[in-house]
């Protein structure tokens, strides 16, 4: 539910914070007030259109913000969730419009796209009258609503399973199809390149050897020329070879550290690199003996290098990803050879999930139309006390084509009415009036309440063209939803805010030719005042005040001792 809504600089709007609170409230005041623009703020704030036009003259930028408290929501805690938007028990949002065009968006301090804003807002509010803020113009919210009415939970989970897994498998039925209109072309080719790579059998590191072992076959005999010339100067060489000079110099030093002790240091070092000299000379001699100059086999690694890189270029890639290449084109033959079978078994399984998809989906159609029956007797009949007498409300199941599903059943719902009588049903969207469109969206909530949905409903021209009696009953019905929603009401009728759990006055205010909105929560007595304003214009009489108390009044007796289950 809002606890906060906050304007500033929109139309003749300077600046408003409008604290709410559960029950049903209701805003009144004089026309032109400002009662309407609130409701386009709080449009504004849920991502309807912005329109430069809307930012208040000579101001840069237009701010509108709202608080709600979404506790006990899990569905939008887990949508905020996935989108890392959660804080707490608690949802921000805040719109601002500039004069170049640009609108920003925020959800919770994060800057967001304005479509995620309108996501976020079908969690929240439901508006009835002339916005396009509200879900029971849209085929798909006029679905939710049918199927949240007639308790479909458990048929709508069961089709949801089968329906993924149908199509699941008619995707993959569709790729084994494709796979096998061209199966036999891809079978030749496949057959060829996987014997050419088998013959060839590249093994995985095999390029980096033989690159290695071609580098030491080709450059055999200077490796051997060299090695040999180290191994004299280190060893062999019995005159100036660095074993026997570092001989001449451990002596040296042997005969001196008699005289001075210091010298061991010194001695140890070079004594030991004689060993290591030693040891290289070693290695160096073993290295000899396994060097090969061998013509052949430096052919041979050659050709195989050659090889690697004719198929390479062949299959455009990098030699070293042939080894792969051949494993994959392995896999994917033995596939296609084992295609017909796994074709056959996928079409098996799919006549398997259509015929269950077509039993759930009739399981779900005939429990739709029960629920359809009910609601349109149920909505017809509140119609005939909400100023539409001889209306009548249709529910209209059109079933797709045989053999198609959708991720919501085999039908699409829409609502359709005929507001006065003669006239055929057309789509709730095209035939309702503003007003007409409130009531029955208010008809609809009286008796879906139960079943689930927002917790902020907004009703702006519920009471357009009725009075009397018809008013009275919109009130009490607004009432009653206030009991279990916050409803927040836009009227000019005394009869409809009278039923109000509390009210606010819009009024315009002018200060240096500028003109401001203002609000005001009505106490007790200021709101016996505003209601007899309502009933008798401008020159408020004793006896309108009575009338006013009276009206007060029975709305309190009427809903006393009802058991509330307003938001908390």
Request: aromatic share 4%; proline share 3%; with cysteine.
């Amino acid at each position: 539910m809002i606890r906060e809504l906050f304007v500033r600089d929109l139309a003749i709007i300077t600046e408003l914070v409008l604290p709410l609170e559960s029950g049903m409230t209701a805003l009144t005041g004089e026309t032109g007030a400002g009662k309407s623009i609130l409701v386009d703020a709080l449009g504004l704030v849920l991502g309807d259109r912005g329109d430069v036009t809307l930012i208040r003259h000579g101001q840069e930028r237009a701010e509108v913000g709202a608080v709600f408290e979404i506790r006990a929501h899990e569905p939008l805690f887990a949508w905020l969730r996935a989108r890392d938007l959660e804080q707490g028990e608690e949802c921000v949002l805040r719109r601002i419009l500039n004069r170049e065009g640009r609108s920003r968006a925020y959800i919770n301090g994060r800057p967001v796209p304005i479509q995620v804003l309108r996501e976020v807002g079908r969690y929240l509010v439901e508006i009835y009258g002339q916005h396009a803020h509200q879900s029971l113009l849209h085929s798909g919210g006029q679905r939710a609503l049918l199927d949240a009415y007639g308790a479909h939970n458990l048929l709508l989970k069961e089709w949801d399973n089968a329906y993924q897994r149908w199509q699941q498998l008619s995707q993959e039925l569709e790729t084994l199809t494709q796979a096998a209109s061209e199966q036999t072309a891809r079978l030749e080719l496949l057959r060829y390149q996987v014997e050419e790579l088998e013959v060839f059998r590249p093994e995985p590191g095999e390029l980096e050897q033989l690159e290695q072992e071609q580098q030491q076959l080709a450059h055999g005999t200077e490796l051997v020329q060299g090695v040999e010339s180290a191994l004299d100067l280190l060893y062999q060489n019995e005159q100036g070879a660095i074993y026997v000079l570092l001989g001449q110099v451990a002596r040296q030093l042997a005969q001196l550290r008699v005289i001075d002790p210091n010298l061991n240091a010194p001695l140890e070092l070079v004594e030991s690199a004689a060993i290591q000299v030693e040891e290289a000379a070693s290695g160096l001699r073993h290295y000899l003996e396994a060097v090969e100059i061998d013509p052949e086999q430096l052919k041979w690694v050659e050709d195989r290098l050659s090889g690697f890189y004719e198929l390479a270029r062949k299959h455009r890639m990098e030699p070293e990803e042939l080894p792969a290449l051949a494993e994959r084109l392995a896999s994917e033959l033995r596939d296609l050879e084992t295609l017909d079978v796994r074709l056959g078994k996928r079409q098996e399984e799919f006549a398997t999930a259509s015929k269950e998809c077509r039993t759930l989906a009739a399981n779900l159609s005939e429990a739709r139309r029960k629920a359809a029956t009910k609601l349109e007797q149920g909505v017809t009949e509140a119609m005939q006390s909400l100023a539409m007498p001889g209306g009548c409300f249709k529910v209209v199941l059109s079933p797709l084509k045989e053999g198609e599903f959708s991720a919501h059943g085999a039908e699409q719902v829409q609502f359709q009415v005929s507001a006065n009588p003669g006239q055929p049903p057309g789509p709730l969207s095209k035939v309702a009036s503003g007003g007409e469109l409130s009531r029955i969206g208010l008809a609809i909530q009286v008796l879906t309440f139960q079943y689930g949905g927002v917790s902020t409903l907004v009703f702006d021209e519920v009471d357009v063209g009725i009075g009397g009696a018809v008013a009275e009953t919109v009130g009490a019905r607004l009432r009653e939803l206030g009991e279990y929603r916050q409803v927040l009401c836009v009227t000019h009728l005394p009869q409809v805010a009278a039923q109000a759990h509390a009210q606010i006055q819009v009024s315009k205010s002018h200060h240096e030719k500028v003109s401001a909105v203002e609000l005001t929560l009505l106490d007790k007595e200021k709101r016996v005042e505003e209601i007899a304003r309502m009933l008798g214009g401008k020159k408020i009489t004793e006896r309108s005040r009575a009338h006013a108390r009276e009206m007060l009044e029975m709305a309190r007796r009427k809903s006393k001792g009802n058991s509330p289950h307003r938001l908390s």
